[in-house]
Structures are given as C-alpha cells and as structure tokens.
C-alpha cells in the first residue's frame, strides 16, 4: 500500500474515493457535505460506524475524537470496509486538531494494521483492492508539517505497522508449523534480511549452561527447544537493550494439564517471543541509535514420560532452586533462564521481557489491556506513556512487600507459583524478578501481553487472533527514550 501526502486542498486531489472522519453528530466538519444523506441512513458518527455512499465515491467513519488513537480507528474500519470493494484509491484530509505529523503516522498505521489478514490456510485467499492513499496538506502552516517530515512519518508508520503483522503472522501459525526450530528458523531469516546478528542454541548448550529450568519445559515434545539471540548493532549506540520474550509454540499444560477448551489458541503463547523479533525488525529498519538484543526462549510444553513433574526441584542458570507444584506456570520457568542469560551475556543498560505469562493478568485488566510490572516507577511511567503514544493499553500491577512471602517454598529457594489464588500476575512477576540480579532491578520491566496478544474477535485496529501486542509500544518507548523528546511524538 503506497502513501503519499500532497501540498494541495482535498477537493484538488483525485481518487476513486473520499474517506472523511466524523466526531460531531451534527456532521459539523469542513469536509462533512452530505448532511442529507448520512442522516437518511441515521447515521450518527458513533465510534466505529461507517457509512459508504457508492454514488458519491465518500466513506464517512465515525470517531469518538480526531486525536490519534481515534483515528488509526478510524482508518483501520475505513480499510476493513474498503476491502469489500473494488476501491484502488482514497484521499484522505489531514486532521489538525491533535497534530497533523502525528495525525498522518496513525491513518497510516491504521490503513495497514486494519487491512491485514491471515489467510495462509485458505484455499481462498484475500486480497485487498486498495493501493494508494492520499492525504492533504491544504494550508496548514505548523513548522513541522513539511512535506519532507511528512514523508519520513509515513515511512516510520509503515516500518512499524508492517513489523507489527509480521508478529501477527508468525502468532497466528499452527503449532505443528511454528516448532521451536521453526521460529528459530524464521528468526535466522529474519538476521538476513535485515543485517542482523543471529545465535541459535540448542538443547545441548542449554544443558551445558546450566539453563535447567527451561530445559526442564521442553524435554518431553519431539520438538527440541531452542534459544534464539538477535543482535542490532548501530553505530554509536546510546544505550544497550535486551528484550526477551517467551517463546512457548505450544502449551499443553505439561502433566498440569489444560482443559481441552484452554488448550485452544494456545499457539499464542509464543506472543512474547514474537514481539521481540518484530521490535528488533523495526528497530534496525529505522536504524534506531541503541543496541538492541532479542532474546527468546523458544519450547513446546507437552506430556510424555520423560515430562517434568509437580514436586520437581529445578536449578536455574544463576543456581536459584525452582520447586514445581504446577506444570502449567512453565512460561516463567523458561523466562527465568532466559533473564540470566541476557544478563550474563549483554550486559544491559535496559531490560524488558514480552510474555502472554498469566491469565490472572487477562482476568485484572481484560483482553485489551497489558499489565505493566517492576522496581522502577518512573521506567514503569515511561513504559506507559509510550503504549498510550502509540494506541496500545497498559496499566501497571504494583508490587508489594507483602506478595513475595507467597512463592515461598519449605524444600527450595522459591516455589513457581504462588501460595494464593489471588494477584497471580503479580506474583508471577515476582518470581521472575528472584531472577534479575540485585544491580539490575531498576533497569527491568515485565510485560505481561496475556490479553491483547491474541483475541477470538476483532478489536480496534487488531482483527481476529493475533495483534503483534507489544512492537508498537516497544518501538515508541525507544524513539521517546533515545531519539527524540518533542511534544509531536
């Protein structure tokens, strides 16, 4: 999909037709003419509503606001309605009522993000008719809407959407397609494409470095685990980042084992590890000045005799002892020896894991929102400042003192699940944290991604499935951290 922003008035732009944004139920907007016929279809500019009028080449989209995150709405419902037709072209204003530089990434990032699909698996495949959008600088006078800045804008948007479905897609594979080698495989493809570093490890290494935790998860699937290590090495860099994600391709439950309806779409667990190859993706095409190591734990949860088992007691990487009353909480198991190792290895300034971990973190905050968790309060701001920048929820689960005495265990250095049945995301992320070393505390956050990683219902600009959660939030806490501190952010 080609974009392009033309120093001209609407009216002067031709295309096969016009989409307009409308926030006022009274249609009170410059390009909003056709009063007579939006209110002969009782068309009342709800969020989300869509009105198309064939016979006057318009696509009218209400909106709740024209700030961003509306409007990358907005244009995600204007491309799934579009997709229905035999539209090649649209033009589209610039709204100036938040920012018109910031206005322009989220239709950008809303025409891509609303027109993907997964479709790999039909023997009918979609396609979607539109090619081009045009988008209108008219008169505006702000300094920083320049044609050229607009342009830059745009190609950002599409490095960052893009990368998002391309977490989509990999989220969205069967199991039986996106093994552990699988994704490394698609990871080493990845390292080619885009210049980057690329370690693979297998069982063996993880053995041999005392990563017994994680091997423990993988040990009983025919699929053998692997740990995947992507390296962005720009010139200079400003700060050096590891960004580790769980990368479960399956998860049965192990001999904790899932009711058969949880066990569907638990190909999504495997969202973390996702996230973080989408991120360094993005992070390297826009050649973002920071150091950037993608860590992902990679291994399948399933059941046999060689299964590890409730009571188990597991060593990890750093020596701490697991023991195991639950099968099923496995994700932080191999986060664990995943966080020792980006630490042993790396070094960081900054660390941050994606993980679908607990389904109390989807049952405090719903399927929409990721819980944000750590020592840092003011990382743990800018952590949110930057999802809500960039149209994704978050909200932060607060530590307490009283909440670690729950992981407690009589027969070694911690249990793997809590004690209560309650704040079980918090806690999981406790236990996580008994695994980042004392100096590195302050430079860590969790993200748990348990909810908006993948929905069995379009939400947003996300369809059914997979959302890519994560890449967005990732790269504008990057771009607002290491490059740039304007309010047109």
Request: aromatic share 8%; charged share 30%.
């Amino acid at each position: 999909m080609n974009f392009e922003v033309y120093d001209k008035k609407l009216s002067e732009i031709k295309a096969d037709c016009e989409v307009i944004f409308v926030i006022d139920k009274n249609f009170e907007h410059k390009w909003v003419t056709d009063k007579k016929d939006l209110k002969l279809l009782n068309f009342k500019a709800e969020p989300e509503e869509v009105a198309f009028l064939p016979h006057l080449k318009k696509l009218y989209v209400g909106a709740k606001s024209l700030n961003h995150d509306e409007i990358r709405i907005a244009a995600a419902k204007a491309a799934k309605k579009l997709k229905k037709t035999g539209i090649k072209s649209v033009k589209i204003g610039t709204y100036i009522e938040n920012c018109p530089i910031t206005n322009i990434k989220a239709v950008v990032e809303g025409f891509i993000l609303g027109s993907y699909s997964f479709d790999k698996y039909k023997s009918k495949k979609e396609t979607h008719p539109l090619e081009n959008v045009y988008m209108a600088k008219e008169d505006y006078s702000d300094k920083d809407f320049t044609i050229e800045n607009a342009k830059k804008s745009i190609k950002e948007a599409k490095i960052v959407s893009l990368a998002t479905n391309y977490t989509r897609d990999i989220v969205n594979h069967p199991p039986q397609d996106m093994t552990p080698e699988k994704l490394a495989e698609e990871a080493k493809k990845l390292a080619e494409e885009n210049n980057l570093e690329c370690k693979i490890y297998d069982e063996k290494y993880l053995e041999k470095n005392g990563m017994n935790a994680f091997l423990a998860v993988a040990r009983a699937s025919t699929n053998p685990p692997r740990l995947i290590h992507l390296t962005y090495k720009p010139k200079n860099p400003k700060a050096k980042i590891a960004i580790v994600g769980k990368g479960l391709t399956y998860d049965s439950g192990g001999l904790s084992l899932k009711p058969s309806d949880f066990m569907v779409t638990m190909k999504s667990d495997k969202s973390g590890a996702c996230a973080v190859l989408g991120i360094i993706k993005a992070a390297s095409e826009m050649e973002l000045p920071v150091e950037i190591h993608a860590i992902a734990g990679a291994a399948e949860n399933m059941v046999n005799g060689n299964a590890y088992k409730p009571d188990d007691i597991l060593t990890a990487k750093n020596g701490k002892t697991i023991e195991v009353r639950n099968t099923d909480a496995e994700g932080r198991l191999v986060l664990a020896d995943c966080l020792c190792y980006a630490q042993d290895e790396v070094k960081p300034d900054f660390i941050l894991d994606f993980a679908t971990l607990t389904g109390a973190c989807v049952v405090a905050l719903g399927e929409y929102t990721s819980g944000i968790m750590g020592h840092n309060k003011s990382l743990i701001k800018k952590i949110l400042n930057a999802a809500n920048a960039s149209g994704e929820l978050a909200s932060e689960l607060p530590f307490n003192r009283y909440l670690p005495k729950l992981l407690k265990s009589e027969v070694a250095d911690i249990c793997n699940i809590s004690s209560s049945r309650y704040g079980g995301a918090i806690t999981a992320a406790l236990f996580l944290s008994e695994f980042i070393e004392e100096k590195n505390r302050d430079k860590w956050v969790h993200i748990d991604i348990a909810g908006p990683a993948f929905v069995e219902k379009a939400w947003g600009c996300n369809p059914y499935g997979a959302s890519g959660a994560g890449v967005r939030l990732a790269i504008k806490w990057l771009q607002k951290e290491f490059v740039f501190h304007k309010k047109h952010s």
